[in-house]
């Protein structure tokens, strides 16, 4: 069952920002660890960027790392992505995970998804 909600995509120009929201759908889920996963037409689904409950433990794969970055607020009960510097190749359509267990990059270590939201990014 889908338990997470995410917002905030939208279409921008190449070197634009955007911020995706994720926000857990019931109140007394508090998520160990979220992610954000992203998939392009015709590609899997690859992961992104990683956080802990606490927020001082992030991961992020190698082709956003100075242009995402991920946190979170405890008292939203939110994780949030800020997406800076947007390249075409960041067309994706994200998803908002929760971690389960194991190592953190497969889509397999996730037992929680939210639907999606688009992100087009246009030269």
């Known amino acids: 069952q889908v338990r997470l909600i995410e917002s905030g995509g939208g279409s921008v120009q190449a070197g634009g920002s955007l911020r995706l929201s994720c926000k857990p759908a019931?109140?007394?889920?508090?998520?160990?660890?979220l992610a954000w996963f992203r998939q392009a037409p015709g590609k899997e689904r690859e992961f992104v960027a990683y956080i802990r409950s606490n927020g001082h433990v992030t991961y992020y794969t190698n082709s956003v790392k100075g242009r995402f970055t991920i946190s979170r607020d405890d008292a939203e009960n939110t994780v949030n992505l800020r997406m800076n510097s947007l390249q075409p190749e960041d067309t994706a359509t994200y998803y908002c995970?929760?971690?389960?267990?194991?190592?953190?990059?497969?889509?397999?270590?996730?037992?929680?998804w939210g639907q999606g939201i688009q992100v087009t990014v246009s030269s």
């Open positions: 995970a929760n971690y389960r267990s194991d190592s953190i990059y497969p889509t397999t270590s996730y037992d929680a």
């Open positions: 019931e109140r007394t889920f508090r998520p160990y660890a």
